[in-house]
């Protein structure tokens, strides 16, 4: 599956925006789909992630009650909604997929796409 992530875009602290990653692929439904980010001179960090059916997701403590993931298997297109945005959520945002469950690990992905920056001014 091939992946291409956008929406990103600079924001003032307190603002939102909203992240895609479409996908092609007939398989796109059968995968857990899970949103990174990777600060400069940082590891690459886990944010979002969402089942295969979009029943379930689970967040990192810093983004939660903030950020909300979402899927449209119809679409074949994940999606990241960041409310109350702040500075220190100033990355680029990584979309992946992989065969099987949810992971917090990017080890464990075998597709990425190719990155949308975010940056959040104060």
């Known amino acids: 599956v091939q992946l291409q992530a956008f929406g990103g875009g600079l924001v003032q602290a307190g603002g939102s925006l909203r992240l895609s990653c479409e996908a092609s692929?007939?398989?796109?439904?059968?995968?857990?789909m899970t949103w990174f980010r990777q600060a400069p001179g940082k590891e690459r960090e886990f944010v979002a992630a969402i089942n295969w059916s979009g029943g379930s997701t689970m967040y990192a403590d810093s983004v939660k009650g903030r950020f909300t993931i979402s899927r449209d298997n119809a679409k074949n297109t994940v999606y990241l909604q960041m409310n109350s945005l702040k500075p220190e959520d100033t990355a680029v945002y990584y979309c992946?997929?992989?065969?099987?469950?949810?992971?917090?690990?990017?080890?464990?992905?075998?597709?990425w796409g190719q990155g949308t920056q975010v940056t959040v001014s104060s």
């Open positions: 692929g007939r398989t796109f439904s059968s995968y857990a």
């Open positions: 992946a997929a992989r065969g099987g469950g949810r992971s917090r690990f990017p080890n464990d992905y075998n597709y």
